[in-house]
Each structure stands twice: as C-alpha cells, then as structure tokens.
C-alpha cells in the first residue's frame, strides 16, 4: 500500500470501533507525518488535495440534490422543520381547538420554503471547495471524520445566509406560509391569558434549513469516507483505487 493511500484511507475511513482504536492513532500518527513533510508517494501533495476537493464536491452536491427536491425537508424525520420553540405552546393549543389542519399546513409550507432555497447552495459550496488551498484540503485529511462538513460550515455559513434569506423570504410568500402564521398567531393572540408570539419566521426557517443541509452533508462525507463505491471520478479512481 502506498503512502498516499495510507493517508486517504485514514481520511475515508469511518469512526473505529474500540477493538480497531490502536489502528485508527496509528493511521492519523502516519498521516499527520507525511503532511507535515508533503512526502506522500507515489503521488504529489496537489493530486491528493485535488482528490479530496473532487470527493467534497461530489458529497455535497448529493446532499444538496436530497433536501431541495419535494419533501426533502418535510418527510426527512431528521431534518425537518418544526414550529419554533417559542410557539410549540401555539401548536398545542390550536391543535386542541381544531385547528391542527391549518397548524400542518403552515409547518409544510416551512419546510417547502427550505426546499426552494436549498437550490441555490450547489454554487456557493463549489466556490468554496474550490478556493480550498492545499494546506486546508490536508488538514481535512488530518482531522476528524466530519472535518470537511466543519471546513464547509466555517466558510460559507455567512455567504449560504445572505442567499438563503431573500429566497425563503420570497418561498415563505409563495407558499403561503407568511398568510398561515399570520392567521394561526393572530387567532393564537387573541387568547386572553396566551402571551403573545411573534417569531421572525424568515431567520428561523434559514437556521433551520442551514441545519438541515449541513446535517445531510455530513451524511455524505460520512459515505465517501467509508464506502469505496462512492468514489467514481477518474482521479478518485487513480488516487483510492478502483476499476
């Protein structure tokens, strides 16, 4: 085996087990040599960055592709959009006076909105990979096994926010989420003994669905870490193996 794929293997390979602890320090013990000296075998320090920048942007993408399509926030129990924690008191109590119906549509329609925005990170995650320089791309290798959804969330939280607030903005208008919350509140704060809520629902739905995204990103990495099939480029191929 190869010194390079000694390092990338340590990069994919997935939390250890206990029994296989001793293997996982050494591997990082290697790793962390051979980056500090660029001496990687049989191939140069940029064709291993090239390679993982290649296997990021696959991830990504996917990730992407799975919460911005139909239900992709909605029917996914881990990411999907609740009330706010400030108004899950407006969920019970409405639903207790037969207004559950209009209470779901409103949660659909948040959970539409982080679908439409959802579109738009393909882009912003690319730029990002992409600027990557080569010692961040081998520190990825050094780190943990969610170092690269934690690279991704350092450098583009702040750029996905100002692009995911006037799409959800719009989306939350389009989906009639905005006419259903005003609706549900407005009859929830007409509760003489209720204490009024006014969640802004644009940054809410914009945490909420970052969350989500990096959360399936952090799926994706977790597969091409472990999972040899998942890596199809020709420089993937050349760099981890393959047929």
């Known amino acids: 085996m190869t010194k390079i794929l000694l390092i990338l293997v340590a990069f994919l390979l997935i939390t250890p087990t206990q029994s296989?602890?001793?293997?996982?320090?050494?591997?990082?013990?290697?790793?962390n040599k051979l980056v500090k000296d660029k001496d990687i075998g049989d191939f140069s320090a940029e064709e291993a960055a090239a390679g993982i920048k290649e296997a990021l942007i696959k991830g990504t993408k996917k990730g992407t592709d799975l919460v911005s399509k139909v239900d992709g926030y909605y029917k996914n129990p881990e990411?999907?959009?609740p009330f706010p924690e400030d108004a899950k008191k407006v969920d019970k109590t409405l639903r207790k006076i037969g207004l559950g119906k209009e209470v779901d549509k409103a949660v659909k329609s948040l959970n539409r909105a982080a679908e439409m925005a959802a579109v738009e990170a393909k882009d912003i995650f690319v730029d990002a990979i992409t600027?990557?320089?080569l010692d961040d791309a081998l520190n990825i290798v050094k780190?943990?096994?969610?170092a690269a959804t934690t690279y991704l969330k350092k450098?583009?939280?702040a750029s996905l926010t100002d692009k995911f607030t006037p799409i959800i903005k719009a989306a939350l208008e389009k989906t009639n989420a905005t006419k259903y919350w005003k609706t549900i509140f407005k009859t929830y704060n007409k509760n003489p003994f209720a204490k009024n809520v006014n969640t802004d629902l644009t940054s809410y739905v914009t945490e909420m669905a970052l969350n989500g995204l990096f959360t399936m990103i952090q799926k994706e990495e977790g597969l091409i870490r472990r999972d040899?099939?998942?890596?199809?480029?020709?420089?993937?191929k050349k760099i981890f193996g393959g047929k």
Not at 20 to 31: G, H, I, R, S
Not at 143 to 146: H, I, L, Q, S, Y
Not at 228 to 236: E, G, N, Q, S, V
């Open 131 to 133: 600027d990557m320089t």
């Open 155 to 157: 450098n583009t939280t």
């Open 143 to 146: 780190g943990d096994t969610a």
């Open 228 to 236: 040899p099939i998942a890596r199809t480029t020709d420089l993937l």
């Open 20 to 31: 296989d602890a001793q293997f996982w320090k050494n591997l990082k013990k290697e790793a």
């Open 79 to 81: 990411i999907m959009i």
